[in-house]
């Protein structure tokens, strides 16, 4: 019969950089660490960020979706 070792974690350290050994410390650290990586970054411009992304509608299909619908089209979308 094997025995499955599961993994213990005993402490971690803070961010001030002090080792922390009880379990409500280690899930705070934790709490907050995770809670940081989910966090919107106030510093990031979102007209930055779309600067970089490949571009996957083209002029031309932008202006076929952006176009005003007439209401034929809508009568025969909605039967």
Same mark, same amino acid.
Do not use: Q, W
């Given at each position: 019969m094997l025995r499955? $070792? #599961?993994n213990l974690l +005993? @402490?971690?350290e803070n961010k001030e950089g002090t080792w922390q050994m @009880? #379990?409500?410390e280690v899930e705070t650290i934790v709490f907050y660490y995770v809670e940081s990586m989910f966090k919107a970054n106030a510093i990031c411009v979102p007209e930055t960020a779309i600067k970089v992304l490949d571009h $996957?509608?083209?002029?031309e299909m932008n202006q076929r979706l952006t176009r005003v619908v007439t209401n034929d089209e809508v009568k025969v979308? #909605? +039967?």
């Open positions: 499955r $070792k #599961s +005993l @402490g971690m @009880g #379990s409500e $996957k509608v083209t002029n979308s #909605s +039967l």
